[in-house]
Structure formats: structure tokens, C-alpha cells
């Protein structure tokens, strides 16, 4: 079946750090990847997305790399602000089995500090 | 630009007790889902609907029903609450291409 493995967190970063949180999936066919994030009471809101192998996602200055040959899409930014704090978390759909179902990582937590 | 609507936003159930969590889309999406979310698991799925009048289950199904009698509205049930199911409840919905999700601000259920 389908499975996304991420870096456990939290992560604690001092602002204008370097950001990488990494991603690995198992998943059959070619399946579509993504990250999301969630803030503080509220609900996920898509970050970034890509659709096929080597394909970059970006926004917000965050950005992931579809790499099928290590299957990972790991998430980076180069310098990460407060507002950044969040759980981030990676997810793949695999057209195969019907519904788009969603398949989650178990997020990883971002503080940022000043 | 409403998107996913879930209520209620908050509630705190009885052991045994039984209530409904509703979900309303207003983008005409086809594809609609529960997930809960419980610390260190990430988000798991209940039930899914490809289309009005169609339910499935998902991951974790057992003690919740479903129905999708409007294409709109996603119901999730359940029949007999248990300490168990104390979790945040999230709706979404997706078009048929599967190339995002809209999710709902969820529901924080606890039961005692």
C-alpha cells in the first residue's frame, strides 16, 4: 500500500535559518505529491504540489523536488520567519484503488524563534 | 467563499452518547472525505464518497457511518461514542482529478 515517512519533529529553528524537512513515500503507479500545512487551530491549507517526477513545487519561498529515483520530496526554504511556525505535512495521492484518496505523513512540527 | 463548512466546531460527548458531524462544499466537488487527527499519526481516513448517494470506507472505518444523500453535504455518524474516538474530525473535498483538496477548519470532539 501507500506510506509517507517523515523527519520526526518538533523542529526549532531561529529565524532566517535554513529550513528541510524530508519526505519519503512508497506508493504504486506515479502518484501526485504534496505538502501541507496546518497553523495553529485551523485547518491543512495546501502548501506546494507536484504532479511528476522532477517537478518543482513552490510558494511562500517554500519549495519541494519530485524525485522518483530516491522517491522523496523533501521540503526546504531558505530563510524561515515566525509566521512559519506550523505543522507541516507530506502527502501523496495514488490514482489507483479509486477515490484520490490523500495519504498523510505524520507531520512535523516547525517552531521558529527570534 | 465559503468552501468546506463543518459543524459543529466543538463538542464533548458521553460515553454512549450518539451525535452527527455535518460537512457542506459549495464548489461542486464530487470527491468527499472524513479524516481524524490524533497526535503522532497524522491524519487518517474514515470514509469516503465518490459521488452523491456513494459511501467506502477508508482507513480506520470501524464505529462511524456515513451517508451522502446531497452531493453537498457529508455526514459522518456516530451510533456509540467511545474514549477512543476523542480526536479532531476533518472534512474535505476534492474535484474528480484529485489535484487538491479543500479541508474544512474541523471538529474537536471529546468524549468522557
Known amino acids: 500500500g501507500n506510506s509517507v515517512t517523515q523527519m520526526e519533529g518538533p523542529v526549532t529553528l531561529s529565524e532566517e535559518a535554513f529550513l528541510t524537512i524530508n519526505c519519503t513515500y512508497t506508493?504504486?503507479?506515479?502518484?501526485?505529491l504534496f505538502w501541507y500545512v496546518q497553523y495553529p487551530g485551523e485547518g491543512l491549507q495546501l502548501l506546494l504540489k507536484a504532479t511528476k517526477a522532477d517537478d518543482k513545487g513552490s510558494n511562500k519561498g517554500f519549495e519541494a523536488t519530485y524525485r522518483k529515483e530516491t522517491t522523496s520530496f523533501h521540503l526546504e526554504k531558505g530563510s524561515v520567519q515566525v509566521s512559519d511556525s506550523a505543522v507541516y505535512f507530506c502527502a501523496l495521492i495514488s490514482l489507483t484503488g479509486g477515490g484520490n484518496k490523500l495519504t498523510f505523513g505524520t507531520g512535523t512540527q516547525l517552531k521558529v524563534e527570534l | 467563499n465559503a468552501g468546506v463548512t463543518q459543524t459543529p466546531k466543538f463538542r464533548v460527548l458521553k460515553t454512549g452518547q450518539s451525535m452527527t458531524l455535518l460537512c457542506a462544499q459549495d464548489m461542486n466537488h464530487e470527491y468527499m472525505y472524513w479524516y481524524r487527527q490524533d497526535p503522532g499519526m497524522g491524519l487518517r481516513l474514515i470514509h469516503y464518497s465518490v459521488g452523491e448517494g456513494t459511501t467506502a470506507k477508508g482507513e480506520v472505518p470501524d464505529g462511524y457511518n456515513v451517508s451522502r444523500l446531497k452531493k453537498q453535504n457529508f455526514l459522518l455518524g456516530l451510533e456509540s461514542a467511545a474514549p477512543s474516538q476523542t480526536s479532531v474530525y476533518f472534512c474535505a473535498s476534492s474535484p474528480i482529478t484529485g489535484n487538491g483538496y479543500t479541508f474544512g477548519s474541523g471538529t474537536r470532539l471529546t468524549v468522557v
Open positions: 506508493a504504486t503507479g506515479y502518484p501526485s
